[in-house]
């Protein structure tokens, strides 16, 4: 089977301000990687890592300084309905109920009226909102917010969903049931997805395939394969045996690359790591402390 | 009913008896004030009562109003015709946006009153010269309000657009364009309350017509129980253009009203 998303050789660089000038941080460098149709694939990796930045390019948002990105074996994506993106601010618009959002993209599309309501009122009711259709985004919870994200981008029937991040400004009780929601839709539309997180439990939870990509200048580190069977929400995930090691293995994966970042190109600033304190959940952030 | 609503009630309630307070008091400190300084420096509020009875009776406010309602509507309707369109296209296109932003800025910030002997120099002291004179008020806070609106579109949503497949314009019409417009409402506030000085103004330096022209009369001849009256009916004027514009800026951005 062909692949639905080759990238390769990726590099993308932002300047910096750095006294009076710019100079050039490399977000990726020499980055690739492929996904295969139907995959869901996970991108874990420390933060400032270019996670979003890869998401942006393959949906074409920004242009690569080099290398190359096909989308069913045509180059230079551009965005598009064939893509659904899920953000991690949401990114509603504030002035549009839950209805009208959702139906956004369909109207930017052009996508015939009766379908596009049809279409809108399906997906609403999928991720669970109906009655809130008339509701505007600043009268949601931050969880139903995202519920309405997710049911825009899949309105579009995209062939491949990018998410970035999607749950992590959510509590994590409001973001494992997201988790179960997203595998149950996720079942049935089967399209390929690109997943962004920092989160292990999620990744492992997710993903057929996890991709690790480390610290700035990233590149894919190291690819695991997710052995546990689906569907997944029948059954608790986080007992079978492989769980803890391959958690086990991620995080200590991870901390090794925070523990080689925090060096900006031509910045001096001492690496910096702070040992997970008793009983504390590691999370990438942590090295942010200092 | 929920418990809030109740409480929203109840602090309406309180909130209105608190202003005829505040009214009474005010009416009062007035009396006392007129009733010491005598009817040159201040009239009874009920010599202004009787004013009021006597200028409407006659005709005098109707057509003073007549008069400057023309002047206004017509400056202010150019203001907007114009101002609103310009806005959008300095938001629009960047080009034209950088290029005309600093000569509206110059405008804005100069005292566009000491414009007023060039504008009779120009149209004379008719009624052109006085729409000029509001225009001149009014039109800045229109464009101004207008292309910040635009320009301060967030970017997030913009990129969120753009993922979905929204072309230029539909980025322009779709979301700036939503995204300004309570920004132009607040525009069209701003412009509408000083286009209400412009119209006093205009009538106090050219030729002397309308409310402006009553005050200006009755304030010459210490007629002041008269002078009162094209005062009170600016006011009132003033407050009705302000409250219509909240309510129409309250029915076009529903979404406010949860945003506390």
Do not use: C
């Amino acid at each position: 089977m062909a692949p639905k998303v080759v990238v390769r050789n990726l590099s993308k660089s932002f300047p910096l301000r750095q006294g009076k000038g710019y100079v050039k941080l490399n977000v990726i460098e020499d980055l690739s990687m492929s996904v295969d149709e139907k995959e869901f694939v996970v991108i874990i990796g420390p933060s400032g890592s270019g996670k979003t930045t890869l998401l942006k390019l393959i949906d074409g948002l920004i242009p690569p300084d080099s290398g190359e990105i096909l989308i069913d074996g045509t180059s230079h994506p551009k965005p598009g309905p064939k893509m659904g993106f899920v953000f991690q601010s949401f990114r509603l618009m504030p002035w549009k109920t839950v209805m009208g959002n959702v139906l956004f993209p369909l109207q930017l599309n052009h996508v015939d009226k009766k379908a596009a309501s049809d279409r809108a009122v399906k997906y609403i009711t999928q991720v669970g909102l109906t009655g809130f259709e008339n509701s505007y985004p600043s009268e949601l919870s931050g969880g139903m917010q995202q519920r309405v994200g997710l049911a825009r981008a899949m309105a579009l029937e995209p062939e491949i969903m990018l998410m970035d991040e999607p749950f992590g400004s959510l509590d994590a009780q409001t973001s494992e049931l997201l988790q179960v929601e997203l595998l149950k839709l996720w079942q049935f539309s089967n399209n390929t997805v690109i997943f962004v997180t920092h989160n292990l439990d999620e990744a492992l939870l997710l993903a057929d395939r996890i991709l690790l990509i480390g610290a700035r200048p990233s590149r894919v580190e190291e690819e695991i394969k997710v052995p546990f069977r689906r569907p997944r929400w029948t059954y608790d995930v986080r007992s079978e045996p492989e769980y803890p090691v391959l958690r086990r293995h991620l995080w200590t994966r991870l901390r090794e690359m925070v523990s080689k970042s925090g060096t900006f190109p031509g910045v001096n600033v001492a690496p910096t790591v702070t040992a997970p304190l008793a009983g504390e959940e590691w999370t990438p952030r942590m090295a942010e402390r200092g | 009913m929920s418990v809030k609503d109740v409480a929203g009630i109840r602090r309406r309630r309180v909130g209105w008896a608190t202003r005829i307070i505040i009214l009474a008091a005010l009416i009062a400190v007035w009396q006392i004030a007129a009733l010491s300084l005598g009817p040159l420096f201040l009239p009874q509020p009920l010599a202004v009562v009787y004013a009021t009875i006597t200028l409407f009776g006659n005709g005098t406010i109707e057509l003073a109003l007549k008069q400057s309602m023309t002047v206004y509507l017509i400056a202010f309707g150019i203001s907007l015709a114009i101002g609103i369109p310009l806005g959008l296209v300095m938001g629009g296109i960047k080009a034209v946006g950088d290029a005309v932003d600093s000569f509206i800025n110059l405008f804005n910030s100069m005292p566009r009153i000491a414009l007023i002997p060039l504008m009779v120099a120009w149209f004379g002291l008719g009624v052109t010269s006085k729409i000029a004179i509001v225009i001149l008020l009014a039109f800045f806070p229109i464009v101004i309000n207008t292309y910040n609106g635009v320009l301060n579109t967030d970017k997030d949503l913009l990129e969120a657009a753009t993922s979905f497949g929204a072309s230029r314009g539909q980025l322009f019409t779709r979301v700036m364009l939503r995204a300004a417009l309570s920004n132009i409402i607040t525009g069209i506030r701003l412009g509408a309350s000083v286009g209400i000085l412009g119209v006093v103004v205009a009538e106090l330096f050219t030729a002397i017509t309308g409310l402006g022209g009553l005050i200006v009369t009755y304030g010459n001849l210490f007629e002041l129980n008269y002078y009162f009256v094209p005062v009170l009916v600016l006011s009132v004027i003033g407050v009705t253009i302000s409250e219509g514009l909240k309510y129409v800026e309250k029915r076009l951005t529903p979404w406010k009203q949860f945003q506390r």
